[in-house]
């Protein structure tokens, strides 16, 4: 369902007493909200994820309209309904993680890293990133791929990018594999992302 985020990453919801989540969410507040990529394709099992474990509770009254404009900017439609009678804003106090990165990386975050840490710098970038990259540099991630992580692939596809690295999927003689590179120091932006692949790349080719 939408949400939004607060400073803490705790989802925001904004639902109707007349929907049935609401009203599980009343006779039991435990809930998870499982969150994927909105630009993942082909194979779903290959794209990152993550759901987010914890504890859903109607917003006070002194923390309404912080939680209101969050969730208003994310979705300004909502100024259509956002005052109805039947609608409330939720949030959740997330107390576990758990995130798949495709093939083979998963793990448990707990609660106190995930409240502690920052959005991505290349989160409104990466969805043109790997676009380019694997439209028009298959040949260069595959070579990334056996250099940097020890695996002969005939196909490479990368699926999720941050500031430290990158993950790739790749087909090999043994099947399907995933694997996590690390960029050789921290990008904050495409421009070093680039600088930092090149460098890379011509390590690779070396």
């Known amino acids: 369902m939408p949400y939004s985020l607060d400073d803490l990453g705790r989802p925001i919801f904004l639902v109707s007493t007349m929907a049935m989540h609401t009203q599980n969410l009343q006779a039991d507040p435990r809930a998870s909200l499982f969150v994927t990529e909105p630009e993942a394709s082909g194979d779903p099992l290959g794209s990152s994820r993550v759901t987010l474990i914890g504890s859903v509770s109607r917003i006070p009254e002194p923390e309404l309209a912080a939680a209101r404009t969050v969730y208003l900017t994310g979705y300004p439609d909502s100024k259509y309904w956002v005052d109805f009678d039947d609608f409330f804003f939720y949030r959740m106090d997330v107390l576990d993680v758990y995130y798949v990165g495709g093939f083979g990386v998963m793990g448990w975050v707990a609660a106190s890293e995930y409240s502690q840490a920052q959005p991505d710098p290349l989160v409104e970038h990466k969805s043109d990133i790997m676009q380019h990259l694997n ?69 690779a080719r070396q």
Do not use: C, W, Y
């Not at 298959?138 to 070579?143: F, P, R």
């Open 135 to 203: 439209a028009d540099h298959k040949d260069a991630l595959t070579l990334l791929a056996k250099r940097f992580a020890g695996i002969d692939a005939q196909e490479a596809e990368m699926t999720a990018i941050d500031r430290l690295g990158f993950h790739l999927r790749l087909k090999t003689h043994d099947g399907m594999k995933g694997t996590r590179i690390a960029f050789l120091r921290e990008v904050s932006n495409p421009s070093q992302t680039r600088e930092a692949f090149v460098e890379m790349v011509k390590q």
